[in-house]
């Protein structure tokens, strides 16, 4: 039985794809202003305002407004460069053989439990004996370019000179 941390389970997958939309949404966004502009607002009523505490006040927040402008900035110039990466990672191409991939693992696992066997035992047991092979075959091979073949015909010629040879 596969347990779900399992990755061979396909229940493994999909919580690692429902994991992908943890962002912070605009509706987030909105309930944690609010909730900063309360705790900021209840501090102020409780303190008596005089000119200077009014002008620190505001020099922090033009501080702080510019600071978020120039931070949204920059993540936007990261956002696309991720953007353009991604675009040229994944591309059509990728997604194809993504899903040749998948149908062959389909049919694959449709084979195996024609067999009576589950995924993973027959992953098992084909890894054993894909290894067994592709390690012969390098063994073989390597013996192979290991050995000298002799392709030049060794006779001994009798010959006086050498224009004898070309005539």
Known sequence: MLSPDDKFSSTYWEKMVDKGDNFVS?????????????????????????????????????????????????????????????????????????HLMTAFKKRFEKETLKDGNDLVDEVDMLGEDLYHVVKGYVKTYSKHMQSDVDMAESKKINYDSEDELFD
């Open 26 to 98: 605009a509706k987030g966004m909105i309930y944690y202003i609010v909730f900063i502009g309360v705790i900021v607002q209840s501090i102020s009523l409780m303190i008596t305002p005089t000119n200077w505490l009014i002008w620190n006040a505001l020099a922090f927040i033009v501080a702080t407004n510019l600071g978020a402008v120039i931070l949204a900035i920059k993540a936007q110039i990261s956002a696309e460069r991720i953007s353009l990466q991604t675009s040229q990672a994944f591309n059509a191409d990728f997604y194809h053989t993504l």
